[in-house]
C-alpha cells in the first residue's frame, strides 16, 4: 500500500536547528512537496523536490532521496512563529498526492 | 488579489441535513480540488477539477457532490450528512497539475454533523 510517515510531534528551542524527516511509500514517485500549517488555518506551500539532493530557501532546507523514500525539511535559527504542523506529501505514479499526517513542531524560548 | 475563499467560516448540520460549501478563486486558475482534514490524519482529496466543466472523483468522494460551471466557483454540496463527515474541508487551486506544483488553499470550513 501507499504510505507517509512522519513524526507526531517534535520540540526546539528558539535559534536552534531541527529536522523533520519524512519516509514514503508511493507506487512509483513524482516528487515530495512539504507544506507549513499553523494551527486553525489553511497549508502553505514550502518546497517541492524531485531529484536527489538539498534545496535551499532562506532558513528552510529540503532534502530528498529516492532510493531510500526518505525526505528531511530542515529549520534554521528557529523562531516562535514556526511553530506549526509540517506536512509531507508525495506525488505517485497516477499523480496523486499522498498526504502524511503532520508533524506539530513545538518552539520553547 | 484574495486568492482562494471560502464560506462559511463553520457550520453545524444535524444528520440528515443537506449543505453548500462555496469555493472561489480569482487567480484564474484551471485545477481545483476540495480536501477533508480530520484530526491527526493526512489531508483526503474528495473531488478535483482540471478546468470548467470537468470534475473527477478523488479518494474519498461517497457522500459527496460538485460542480464547475465557471473557472472560478467549485462548490462542495453534502447531501444526507452524517457525523463521518465532521472535518475541516480545505478548497484549493493550482494553475497547472498539483502533483507537480505548489496548491494554494482556503481557510477552510469547519463542519460538525450532530
Not at chain 1, 13 to 37: D, H, M, R
Not at chain 2, 33 to 57: F, H
Not at chain 2, 65 to 70: D, E, I, K, L, P
Amino acid at each position: 500500500g501507499q504510505n507517509i510517515d512522519q513524526p507526531t510531534e517534535m520540540t526546539a528551542t528558539e535559534g536552534a536547528i531541527v529536522q523533520i524527516n519524512c519516509t514514503y511509500q508511493t507506487s512509483g514517485f513524482n516528487g515530495l512537496f512539504w507544506y507549513q500549517q499553523h494551527a486553525g488555518e489553511a497549508p502553505t506551500f514550502l518546497s517541492y523536490n524531485v531529484l536527489d539532493g538539498l534545496e535551499e530557501k532562506g532558513r528552510f532546507s529540503s532534502f530528498l532521496s529516492r532510493s531510500k523514500g526518505y525526505s528531511y525539511l530542515l529549520l534554521k535559527e528557529l523562531q516562535m512563529k514556526d511553530s506549526a504542523s509540517y506536512l509531507c506529501a508525495a506525488s505517485d505514479s497516477n499523480y496523486q498526492l499522498i498526504w502524511g499526517a503532520g508533524t506539530k513542531l513545538i518552539i520553547k524560548p | 488579489n484574495a486568492g482562494v475563499t471560502q464560506t462559511p467560516k463553520f457550520r453545524i448540520l444535524k444528520i440528515g441535513q443537506s449543505m453548500t460549501l462555496q469555493c472561489t478563486q480569482d487567480m484564474n486558475h484551471n485545477y481545483m480540488y476540495w480536501y477533508r482534514q480530520d484530526p491527526g490524519m493526512g489531508l483526503k482529496l474528495i473531488y478535483y477539477s482540471v478546468g470548467a466543466g470537468i470534475t473527477d472523483k478523488g479518494e474519498v468522494p461517497n457522500g459527496y457532490n460538485v460542480s464547475r460551471s465557471t473557472t472560478e466557483d467549485f462548490p462542495l454540496r453534502l447531501e444526507l450528512a452524517a457525523p463521518s463527515q465532521t472535518s475541516v474541508y480545505f478548497c484549493a487551486s493550482s494553475p497547472r497539475e498539483a502533483t507537480y506544483n505548489e496548491q494554494f488553499f482556503g481557510p477552510g470550513t469547519r463542519l460538525t454533523v450532530l
